[in-house]
């Protein structure tokens, strides 16, 4: 298959990137780290620049865009350790919105998504909490008996306080809920939901990765041992060499997951599955590596590092482990043999 992006593609990439970096710097994630409250402004500023309404359908305000549209942002948004809910709410939600809200769910927020004005957060099944939960205008969660679409203050939420303190994560208690919230249909739309997340997260984790190779090469170029630069050391280069290959098959197979989901391949499952596998298990090698070959600073408080090596490790297990994943492959190869 000859794929590749457009340009329009491309230019959207070059967009998020300026807008993440101007928005949200490692000293915001800092200040997120010390306890700050969420500001609006870099989520307007992403909605202004269409990027929150990027896969909600025309007609309700959005640019009605898919998977492959979103699979450079999502690069992005982890090359930055955006804090934001970007996933939750553009990659998961507003689609399935779109394909299991009732009418009246539709016309409330599909709109408000697109014009930023509304944050919405997801917990599946396979989730214990939902990202944002506590600030989300909109939690959609998986239950017992389907979907249910729960406005704020409909429900409890705890903060959950974990290494990640930019990335807010939430205890939730659905039991007391209203069955007024329940959406329309579940069935394929949640099948797609779970698949969306894992494709989506596996995008982010390899922007994580891009980044902490990115950090790393240009480290060891300037760091200094025995008169050489520390990269002139073959297992140095080694060592970078196979991350490096280790991340670009991941994105080769995300961007492929993310081509299957956006025009329902019979192997888009499949292909989620890889793509989430391969992506987190790249990440863990570029993480470990990034730690190792930026020496005693990399363990500090004082360098940025941690602020990338945290999300990706909260990632690696978010939405589906490896090992999950790759249970599901091995189950989706026996039974292709028990057919035969």
């Known amino acids: 298959m000859d794929f590749d992006f457009t340009e329009e593609q491309y230019a959207l990439r070059d967009l998020a990137r300026d807008l993440f970096e101007k928005e949200s710097p490692p000293s915001r994630l800092r200040d997120l780290y010390a306890g700050a409250a969420r500001e609006a402004r870099c989520w307007r500023a992403m909605a202004d620049a269409g990027l ?16 492959i549209d979103l699979a450079l942002v999502l690069e992005e948004a982890g090359r930055a350790a955006l804090p934001e809910p ?45 990202v944002e939960a506590g600030d989300a205008d909109l939690l959609i969660a998986e239950t017992e008996g389907g979907l249910e679409a729960l406005p704020s203050r409909s429900y409890e939420a705890w903060l959950i306080e974990t290494e990640d303190r930019a990335r807010r994560v939430y205890a939730v208690d659905v039991s007391g809920v209203s069955r007024a919230t329940r959406m329309s249909g579940a069935g394929a739309a949640l099948t797609n939901a779970h698949l969306r997340a894992a494709v989506a997260t596996a995008g982010v984790l390899n922007g994580i990765a891009r980044h902490l190779l990115e950090t790393t090469t240009s480290y060891v170029k300037a760091r200094q041992q025995f008169g050489r630069p520390v990269g002139s050391f073959q297992a140095v280069k080694h060592r970078l060499a196979d991350a490096h290959a280790a991340v670009e098959q991941a994105r080769a197979a995300t961007w492929y997951a993310a081509y299957a989901l956006a025009n329902g391949q019979e192997d888009a ?39 990338w090596l945290k999300r990706g490790k909260a990632l690696e297990q978010a939405y589906g482990s490896g ?14 043999g028990t057919d035969a």
């Not at 689609?95 to 769910?105: R, Y």
């Not at 570029?286 to 070959?293: C, E, G, I």
């Open 52 to 67: 929150i309404g990027l896969t909600v359908p025309e007609s309700y305000g959005g640019a009605g865009g898919n998977e």
């Open 86 to 130: 970007l996933l939750e709410t553009v990659a998961v939600a507003a689609p399935l919105i779109a394909e299991a809200g009732t009418q009246e769910q539709k016309d409330e927020w599909l709109p408000r998504i697109a014009s930023g004005d509304a944050v919405v957060t997801v917990l599946l099944r396979e989730q214990r909490y939902a």
């Open 269 to 307: 499952g499949i292909a989620a599955n890889i793509a989430k596998a391969q992506a987190g298990d790249a990440e863990a090698y570029a993480n470990a590596a990034a730690l190792q070959l930026h020496g005693g600073i990399g363990f500090t408080w004082e360098h940025d590092l941690h602020l």
């Open 323 to 336: 090992a999950a994943h790759r249970r599901r492959i091995a189950d989706h190869i026996f039974s292709l």
